[in-house]
């Protein structure tokens, strides 16, 4: 009988073991899907660069503080990306994006000899934001120099420029 009970507990053992690796497996083999509120700011974004043909979004919350520190990242159809960083004199960079299944968004710009940081689309009550997910504030890029004014808003998060900006960065950029 006791030889009968520590084979039973040894096979109920086993079974647990394999049913505790056949569920791991399988869940680390399933794609990991972008929170719901990410993948609506996903689409937002997705669906008004297919009807308007592209969209800015700008750093400084959005905001143009005019010196050698804005930077402007438009997506425009077919997961193009174009970037432009004004620095002593503006700096123009065209590239392609990505987006996985968390959500990220990954872009990398020809010529810019930098790792651009990944970034979330978000939304909150005012309008979509992209966000860094981590690393550096402030991206210097290829500026030669940059002022970060103290008492201002921060680097991050970029926010839509107006449908007014827009229609002038699209023309600049010969989109």
Known sequence: MEGTRVRSRGVLR????MTLIAVVTAWSAAPIAAAPAAARALDELESRVAKDGSLTFRS???????MDNDTEITFLP??????TEYG???KSYKGIYSVDAKGEVKAKFNGFNHE?????V???SASLLL???SGPGFVMGNRGGAYVPGGKDSYW???PVSPTEEAEIRQRIGK
């Open 131 to 133: 966000s860094a997910k």
């Open 14 to 17: 086993l079974f647990g073991v």
């Open 78 to 83: 077919n997961r193009v990306v174009h970037m």
């Open 60 to 66: 400084w919350n959005g905001k143009l503080i005019g």
């Open 116 to 120: 651009w940081p990944v970034m979330l």
């Open 157 to 159: 998060p970029f926010r």
């Open 88 to 90: 002593y004199t503006p």
């Open 122 to 124: 978000q939304k909150d």
